[in-house]
Nanobody, 126 residues
Framework: QVRLVESGGGLVQAGGSLRLSCAASGRTFSNYAMGWFRQAPGKEREFVAG??????????TDSVKGRFTISRDNAQNTVTVYLQMESLQPADTAVYSC?????????????????WGQGTQVTVSS
């Protein structure tokens, strides 16, 4: 059974930090590219960060560069992907979801990802 389970969301004041985790199991996710996406109320889902299977390639959307860091731990049965978020701003408020892409390319396009988690809410107060 494929499972992607996010955790670490919550309410934080502007300027604060959060660390999101995504535990992926049920496939050999160590061979998958992994991404974080977010969706704010009334807005389309957007790419936040992505990391290739071996961590050699990392991409960020421009608005989070220098503030967010994506990383991954390819353990044998469960791959964990992290999103360290610093200097959070109210504009970062959204539901954050992790996703897995079985291809070798690191895509910024949501429809190219094969598996998704349920998401975790991040709320940044001003």
């Amino acid at each position: 059974q494929v499972r992607l389970v996010e955790s670490g969301g919550g309410l934080v004041q502007a300027g604060g930090s959060l660390r999101l985790s995504c535990a992926a199991s049920g496939r050999t996710f160590s061979n998958y590219a992994m991404g974080w996406f977010r969706q704010a109320p009334g807005k389309e889902r957007e790419f936040v960060a992505g990391i290739s299977w071996g961590s050699a390639i990392i991409n960020y959307t421009d608005s989070v560069k220098g503030r967010f860091t994506i990383s991954r731990d390819n353990a044998q049965n469960t791959v964990t992907v992290y999103l360290q978020m610093e200097s959070l701003q109210p504009a970062d408020t959204a539901v954050y979801s992790c996703a897995a892409d079985r291809t070798f390319s690191l895509s910024r396009v949501a429809r190219e990802y094969d598996y998704w988690g349920q998401g975790t809410q991040v709320t940044v107060s001003s």
